[in-house]
């Protein structure tokens, strides 16, 4: 199988584009991310960077281009749920966790697991399970309310049972969108602490717009602008960039 | 014999040689009916003609109706709407003679009849009336008739009127055994450019000892005429498409405002409707009461009325129930539903639950032919009134203010409140709008529809399934939608029957609401997941 | 804490438990009070009151079904009355095939109307039908193959909300103009009617009427437990994750199509279930039954009960037909008034219906006394 692969990149976008209506929101995109590695996208609004999220995930079909997981899959033909079981998870922008769901059912739902329908219906909880829900649970600080809806928490808390959720379903890369937007400091650091304990053992993607926080990720950085790759490198040799510079605050 | 004397007594009568006549001819023909036999009859019917009298067309016309009637001595009477007359002076008869009876016709008299008529007309003042008459020889195909064709021919100037005298004239040399056969291949071609069913009918009934190339001549047009025919009944199921499509439209218009642009699921939009027609139906009903003169402008009352009343009805409704509803789709669908229920139940205690009888103003009924289509007058009325309302509808969304604020609402809820615009007000007008435009479509639709508590209900499915065929939140989507739908079904129509026609088009929609679930006119991208 | 969908977990809500118990109840009593019980005696129950009410509990088990797409999948289907009427189009066509030569034509093979209309030969359609078990498995089957086949397509393009709604209706709506045609081969516009027996029992003999209730009943309570197998099943809390956040699921990995297909399938042959007991007790099927209006009609029983709780629809279907019952009886004229207003009332003061509104009132208690399980099966939408 390892010969059959195109690239040693854990994901590959080559050359992707989509327009709505005209409008280019991803022009000749093309971006390689390692193994093992995080990365930290930022732009200005409108860049392009959740619809590249999308395009990853299979929300949206490009017009044009590839998108290569594992050196192996066309993610570009595949949909969501086949791209979540192949291994990509995503963390919205908007926490979104089922609200009418307990805590506990929340990240139930998204253990790693079958995904079947008849599985479903006669599944029964293993011990295994149970071990990895409780972990889960102690990891983001929830075990006290498992039992409650998760509409009944705060916007703090669901994010972190969102990360849970994530963890849970044990993807080889997970795509964060925001994860601080509407954090106090306090929690943005804890945020930054909990995705890089996350990224020893996961490869990971963070959009987000909150330069501190990026720069205690201490990661590489991709700027996105107008749908394509303007710069890519450290924090601090982007922000030495001139162009980014001039995106960022001339316009 | 008998031909020969109608020949000399027609041509007498074309050739200006009535006067001859005079009125003892016509008395003395006139005595001929009394006689009480067929042939006699006949022979009266000619020279009664021939006198050429004023009074000739009103006789043979009374002999047709039965209102001929003979005494026994021998006067002829007509018996007419307030008595009895004479039939040679036309006055009045105060003391009838007892013993009179009608005189009886059977089919060959008839056709002398028919044949009498039409030569008397074929030389009428009126065109319209020599217009008839020739189309009647046509018809008739009487050759006793040739000569006045001719004669008419001659003198005729109207170009519509010598149509159709050369055509009735070819009809009956086309069939003559005795005419050249030049002749007769000529009268073929002049069939064959009237090119209807009729022409067909009459080429076919060239009997088939007739001579080879006559009879090839007449299958080569019959077979053109087949193929134009073939095409004007496809022109006419476009026609029937695009009648059925305004109707649609007028129907789904309204909708395409409140679902389309505000994307209320209201189920009572045929009720709407609804209300429309029965406003048409009271105003009518004041109208016949107090001022049956202007019962041709009912209609004209009842459109802005309809649209108060629908319009009222529909603010009322989004002010009570649709604007605690918002966001929440599928509970809207369920409220109108019920609103809907309460409106059919309330005009059916008013109105009792039978059709009413909404009546056609003078300008609405009736028909004329175009190309050999029959068009009636209220389909055409409807089409160039849904489209004069789509075109009315479009101008308010682009050019008026109140336009502008309802697209602004639309867009961006928020925004438009802080600039300053009363979003509720702009909600509950903009639903007003829909519904009012409802109401005026009942108008139009109580002209070919029953009107019926459960009016409305026939027209709400196929309303919604326009509206997502077209592309839901555009004007334009749903004309084309409209059009489309009401043309397809009427060209599926003539193979499949009416309703698994529509079966098939619910199935096509099914489909391609599937393949294209935003309908034909979609607008793509992030903004329409939101 | 046991997930094992054991009969005590399936009955672990009290008030489930009661419900499956009244209906078992219903099942023996009722009959008893019918049939053994003298018309004398105030226990009796007359023979009508077992064919209404067996009729409600056939409209209970169609709000079942339509709740379990619905109220926990939300699919709001406005075309589960087209699956009730083929169930009961089976079950129809094999009570005609019953009749056999004690037709008006007395034609051995032919029903009457195949013979008015000069038919030959039996439709291929209706071959077999004279079998009970082929016919049982039809009033499942063809509800089940229609739902397959329409949310196979519907499902797979992602056609939801009120788009799958009016697809729905549109669904009910041609199915209903077929039937109305004579040469669609299944009575036209009369539907099926002047049955004379079921499986050998006369159809009009209070003995078959009192059994048919009976097995209604039983047929409720196990469509309640089947349903509510489903909705607290791990799929069940999958069904209620796509009903919350659709695109959510999705992107945990679940194919939220297969899920939607396989609830709609289950909940069309539990209305075709339905429809099949309906269609003895009244006595007729026709093609009206298809019609739009009968299908919202039933989404009203579930919203007044409340959705998202089997018992909730199942009292709301019950509930809304008495008080019909009733309305027809003493003031004809305002039942739609007041139907209407149900619909109006309903889904701006009661939205979670009356069973959902009560147990809010002790969401707390019950969250902690039921733990797992429970909040797939009293989950309301968040809104």
């Not at chain 2, 001022?291 to 009222?312: E, K, Q, T």
């Not at chain 3, 003298?38 to 088990?61: D, I, Q, R």
């Not at chain 3, 078990?133 to 992602?158: E, H, I, T």
Request: aromatic share 8%; charged share 15%; with cysteine.
């Amino acid at each position: 199988m390892q010969d059959l692969r195109i690239t040693p990149a854990l994901l590959y976008l080559d050359g992707v584009s989509v327009a709505f209506d005209g409008f280019k929101a991803i022009n000749n995109l093309s971006l390689t991310l390692d193994p093992g590695e995080m990365r930290a996208i930022i732009g200005p609004n409108g860049a392009g960077k959740t619809t590249m999220m999308d395009i990853i995930t299979g929300k949206t079909r490009p017009d044009e281009g590839r998108v290569i997981f594992q050196g192996a899959h066309d993610l570009t033909t595949l949909d969501e749920a086949d791209i979540a079981t192949l291994g990509i998870g995503r963390k919205f922008q908007k926490p979104t966790v089922f609200e009418s769901h307990t805590v506990e059912d929340n990240v139930l739902l998204a253990l790693k697991g079958a995904r079947g329908v008849v599985a479903n219906l006669f599944h029964t909880l293993s011990g295994a399970e149970r071990d990895r829900l409780d972990e889960i649970l102690a990891l983001v600080k929830l075990i006290e309310r498992r039992y409650e809806l998760a509409a009944h928490l705060s916007h703090g808390q669901k994010q972190w049972l969102e990360i849970g959720m994530l963890l849970a379903q044990d993807p080889a890369l997970l795509l964060v969108d925001e994860p601080v937007a509407g954090m106090t400091d306090a929690e943005t650091a804890e945020t930054a602490e909990l995705l890089r304990r996350i990224n020893a053992t996961h490869s990971v993607i963070v959009v987000e717009h909150d330069m501190a926080f990026v720069r205690d990720l201490g990661v590489k950085v991709t700027v996105l602008h107008e749908g394509s790759v303007l710069a890519e490198g450290s924090l601090d040799q982007v922000s030495a960039n001139e162009r980014v510079v001039e995106v960022y605050l001339g316009r | 014999m008998d031909r020969l004397t109608r020949l000399i007594a027609a041509l007498a009568l074309f050739l200006g040689f009535a006067g001859l006549a005079r009125a003892a001819g016509l008395e003395e023909a006139l005595a001929r009916f009394a006689v009480d036999s067929y042939g006699e009859t006949e022979a009266a019917i000619a020279e009664v003609a021939a006198t050429g009298e004023p009074r000739a067309a009103e006789i043979i016309k009374a002999l047709a109706e039965g209102r001929l009637l003979a005494a026994p001595d021998r006067r002829v009477l007509i018996r007419d709407t307030h008595g009895i007359i004479d039939a040679v002076s036309g006055r009045a008869v105060s003391a009838p003679p007892d013993g009179l009876k009608p005189v009886r016709v059977n089919n060959r008299v008839r056709r002398a009849i028919d044949s009498a008529l039409g030569g008397l007309t074929l030389l009428s003042q009126d065109p319209a009336k020599r217009l008839e008459a020739a189309q009647a020889t046509f018809k008739s195909r009487n050759a006793a008739a040739l000569p006045a064709l001719e004669t008419a021919l001659r003198r005729e100037t109207e170009a519509r009127v010598k149509r159709a005298l050369a055509e009735a004239r070819a009809a009956i040399v086309f069939l003559a055994e005795d005419q050249p056969e030049a002749d007769r291949l000529a009268a073929a071609a002049v069939i064959a450019e009237r090119g209807d069913a009729e022409a067909q009918a009459l080429l076919r009934s060239l009997p088939p000892q007739a001579p080879q190339r006559l009879r090839e001549a007449a299958e080569r047009s019959i077979a053109a005429i087949e193929n134009r025919l073939a095409l004007l009944a496809q022109v006419q199921n476009v026609f029937y498409g695009v009648s059925l499509g305004s109707v649609l439209l007028l129907a789904a218009i309204g909708l395409a405002i409140t679902f389309g642009v505000m994307g209320i699921i209201n189920m009572a939009h045929g009720e709407m409707v609804m209300l429309g027609a029965y406003t048409t139906f009271v105003v009518q009903e004041i109208i016949r009461a107090r001022a049956p003169g202007l019962f041709d402008a009912s209609l004209v009352v009842a459109l802005p009325l309809a649209f108060l009343v629908a319009g009222a009805v529909g603010v009322l409704i989004e002010r009570s129930v649709i604007r605690f509803l918002y966001g929440r789709p599928l509970e809207t669908l369920l409220a109108t539903w019920g609103v809907s229920l309460i409106l059919q139940q309330a005009v059916r205690s008013i109105f009792g639950a039978n059709n009413r009888e909404v009546g056609n103003p003078s300008f609405m009924s009736g028909s004329f032919e175009l190309f050999g289509i029959a068009l009636t007058w209220n389909r055409l009325w409807i089409v160039a009134f849904s489209l004069s309302v789509f075109v009315v509808l479009l101008v308010v969304m682009k050019f008026t203010a109140f336009g502008l604020r309802m697209r602004a609402v639309v867009q961006n809820r928020r925004m438009a409140a802080s600039m300053g615009i009363r979003t509720p007000w702009i909600d509950a007008l903009t639903f007003g709008l829909g519904s009012g435009i409802a109401g005026i479509a009942g108008v139009a639709l109580s002209q070919i529809d029953n009107v019926s508590p459960n009016l409305g209900q026939s027209y709400i499915i196929d309303s919604f399934l326009v509206v997502v065929f077209g592309g839901v939140g555009n004007l334009w989507g749903t004309l084309v939608g409209a059009m489309t739908l009401g043309i397809a079904n009427k060209i599926l129509e003539p193979f499949a029957g009416a309703v698994l026609g529509k079966i098939l088009l619910l199935v096509f929609i099914i489909l391609f609401i599937q393949k294209r679930p935003r309908g034909l006119f979609a607008l793509k991208g992030r903004a329409v997941e939101a | 804490m046991s997930r094992r969908p054991s009969i005590l977990t399936l009955l672990g809500d009290r008030g489930g438990a009661v419900f499956v118990g009244v209906l078992l109840a219903a099942a023996v009593v009722v009959p008893v009070l019918n049939l053994a019980v003298p018309p004398s005696s105030p226990f009796h129950v007359p023979t009508h009151t077992v064919v209404l009410v067996g009729k409600w509990l056939t409209y209970a088990l169609l709000a079942v079904a339509l709740d379990l797409v619905w109220g926990y999948c939300g699919i709001l289907s406005l075309g589960h009355g087209a699956f009730f009427a083929l169930g009961g189009y089976a079950m129809g066509m094999y009570l005609m095939r019953q009749i056999g030569p004690r037709g008006v034509y007395a034609h051995p093979v032919l029903p009457d109307f195949m013979v008015f209309l000069n038919w030959r030969e039996l439709p291929v359609a209706w071959w077999g039908f004279q079998h009970f078990p082929y016919a049982m498995l039809m009033a499942l089957a063809v509800p089940g193959l229609l739902a397959f086949c329409l949310g196979w397509f519907a499902f797979r393009s992602r056609v939801t909300g009120v788009y799958l709604s009016i697809i729905t209706q549109a669904m009910t709506y041609a199915l209903m103009l077929g039937f109305f045609r004579n040469n669609f081969g299944f009575g036209g516009n009369n539907g099926l009617t002047d049955f004379k027996d079921i499986l050998g029992f006369s159809i009009q003999a209070p003995g078959t009427r009192a059994a048919l209730f009976a097995v209604s009943a039983l047929a409720l309570a196990s469509g309640f437990l089947i349903a509510r197998a489903i909705v607290t099943s791990k799929l069940g809390k999958v069904l209620v994750a796509i009903r919350d956040a659709e695109s959510r699921t999705r992107f945990l990995g679940y194919k939220v199509e297969h899920y939607k297909l396989f609830v709609f399938v289950v909940s069309a042959m539990m209305a075709g279930l339905a429809g099949a007991l309906y269609v003895p007790q009244v006595g007729i099927i026709n093609p009206s039954e298809f019609a739009p209006a009968n299908s919202i009609e039933a989404v009203i029983w579930v919203a007044v009960g409340g959705r998202g709780t089997l018992t909730g629809a199942a009292l709301g279907a019950i509930l809304v037909n008495a008080a019909k019952s009733w309305f027809t009886g003493v003031l004809p004229e305002l039942w739609l008034f007041a139907l209407g207003a149900l619909f109006v009332l309903t889904t701006l003061f009661l939205p979670k219906g009356l069973v959902g509104t009560l147990l809010g009132f002790w969401p707390r208690r019950w969250a902690r006394s039921h733990k797992p399980g429970l909040s797939a099966s009293v989950a309301q939408p968040a809104e």
